[in-house]
């Protein structure tokens, strides 16, 4: 059984940055793409970025695209979410996703959340004015 864990969320004001990393356990994830994802209080999980198996390929949301970089280190067996220029619309508990169907990103598939089989536990992130 694999498991994923997220770290480096926390209290950020508008304009600045913060790193996400999600740290695998138990199983490789390797040639596994993997993703991150959002959910602001009161909504639905959101799609932020996926990243193929090799860190070939990327993918972003329309509302990260430009602000978000999503790498991995294979090597190291974890991904991570360089978040930059942070606005109060950012705010969130923030997951690490991974699935056992996609090897790299598919725009129309990589979105959907009901496709990732394993998740960490969420770190907060907190954008203030």
């Known amino acids: 059984q694999g498991q994923l864990v997220e770290s480096g969320g926390g209290l950020v004001q508008a304009g600045g940055s913060l790193r996400l990393s999600c740290a695998a356990s138990g199983r490789t994830f390797n040639s596994r793409a993997m993703a991150w994802f959002r959910q602001a209080p009161g909504k639905e999980r959101e799609f932020c970025a996926a990243?193929?198996?090799?860190?070939?390929?990327?993918y972003y949301a329309d509302s990260v695209k430009g602000r978000f970089t999503i790498s991995r280190d294979n090597a190291k067996n974890t991904v991570s979410l360089q978040m930059n220029s942070l606005n109060e619309e950012d705010t969130g508990v923030y997951y690490c996703?991974?699935?056992?169907?996609?090897?790299?990103?598919?725009?129309?598939?990589?979105?959907?959340?009901?496709?990732?089989?394993?998740w960490g536990q969420g770190t907060q992130v907190t954008v203030t004015s």
């Open positions: 990243i193929s198996w090799n860190g070939g390929s990327t």
């Open positions: 996703a991974a699935n056992e169907l996609l090897v790299t990103v598919v725009p129309g598939s990589s979105e959907n959340a009901k496709l990732y089989d394993y």
